[in-house]
């Protein structure tokens, strides 16, 4: 099933994984190492991230490293903006209907 | 129309939690009512050009609201609110869920918290909404969403133009 987004950074581990590879894509072993962590344990958030394509795996000779994909965070703020505008159009339409209705009760 | 209500919008990503204030120039009875009826929720709670159609409703405890968003092009997206808790003119609660068209939800869905509250003639409401899914944002068919961005900012210049002619 495809993660959700929200739910992939609610978790403050998952956040500060993702806070850290902003800076520098890391390895598996070296989040492990960072975050004191079993590397089952980082591997368990990674599917998470990568699922929701939060993160991109890179191969650089035997190690895979894990980079931070600011466009999909990108997406996730217009999504928000796109429904602020939503609820924002919805509501100079009720202002309009509440005018309306106070009109007709005069 | 006055301009100085109050809109706010907060995205809390680590609580999964979006809270949206808005004032109205109405009272308390009136702005319940707009939220809370289904003649009146269908004539604003869609946002233009989309439309809603309530199928039906029932506005208790346990009872649900089943409607559609309507494109443009005729497409409908159905929808479930089940109502969990109810206080007149205070407070109500849903659970909301994109739906089928024989109302069988799309699990998971997301909380809504509704306040109310009036001071001189104007009424606050207060929504809290609870892990909205993105990705039941993009499951809505293409078209739905994607087009209609571009389509809002139209109509927003177009709303703008208008309201100015009407005052």
Known sequence: ?106 | MNNNLLFDFNVDKAAKTITITREFNANLSLVWDAFTKQEILDQWAAPAPMRCKTKYMNFEVGGQRFFAMISPDGQERWLLQQYTSITPKTNFKLYNSFADKDENPELPGSEWNHNFSEQNGVTKVNITIFNESLARMESMSDGFIKGYTIMLQNLEALLTVSSQKNL
Request: charged content about 25%; some cysteine.
């Open chain 1, 1 to 106: 099933m495809k993660q959700d987004i929200f739910q992939a950074i609610a978790d403050p581990t998952r956040r500060a994984i993702l806070t850290l590879i902003a800076i520098q894509a890391l390895t598996p072993n070296a989040m492990a190492e960072k975050f004191d962590m079993s590397r089952q344990a980082v591997s368990k958030h990674i599917k998470v991230l990568y699922e929701c394509e939060l993160i991109k795996p890179e191969q650089a000779g035997r190690e895979i490293y894990y980079h931070f994909n600011a466009k999909k965070m990108q997406e996730f703020d217009n999504w928000l903006l796109q429904f602020r505008q939503t609820w924002e159009t919805q509501f100079n339409q009720l202002d309009k209907v509440l005018a309306t209705i106070k009109e007709q009760k005069k």
